[in-house]
């Protein structure tokens, strides 16, 4: 059974910092690349950053370059997105996604900025 399970998130003053975590399991993690997307209330779901399978190159959404971080860990099926300098646009419900032969999704986390 293909699970990735999200975890972190919550409710951040502006400026601060969180970190999500995905794990995966039933799929060969290590041969998709990963993703993480964000959904603002009204707003259709967008990039936030991916990183390739073997972790040699990512990309960013220029609303969070220098901000965010992503990385994976293919030896324990985890890619996380490290947030800093959080701002209140950046509230969102966070996913990640596993691309490569079929798609796969977590269940989505709440990240509030707010003061």
């Known amino acids: 059974q293909v699970q990735l399970v999200q975890s972190g998130g919550g409710l951040v003053q502006p400026g601060g910092s969180l970190r999500l975590s995905c794990a995966a399991s039933?799929?060969?993690?290590?041969?998709?690349?990963m993703s993480w997307y964000r959904q603002a209330p009204g707003k259709e779901r967008e990039l936030v950053a991916s990183?390739?399978?073997?972790?040699?190159?990512?990309t960013y959404a220029d609303s969070v370059k220098g901000r965010f971080t992503i990385s994976r860990d293919n030896a324990k099926n985890t890619v996380t997105l490290q947030m800093n300098s959080l701002k209140p646009e950046d509230t969102a419900v966070y996913y990640c996604?596993?691309?490569?032969?079929?798609?796969?999704w977590g269940q989505g986390t709440q990240v509030t900025v707010s003061s």
């Open positions: 039933g799929f060969t993690f290590s041969r998709y690349a």
């Open positions: 996604r596993g691309s490569g032969y079929y798609n796969y």
């Open positions: 990183i390739t399978s073997a972790g040699g190159q990512t």
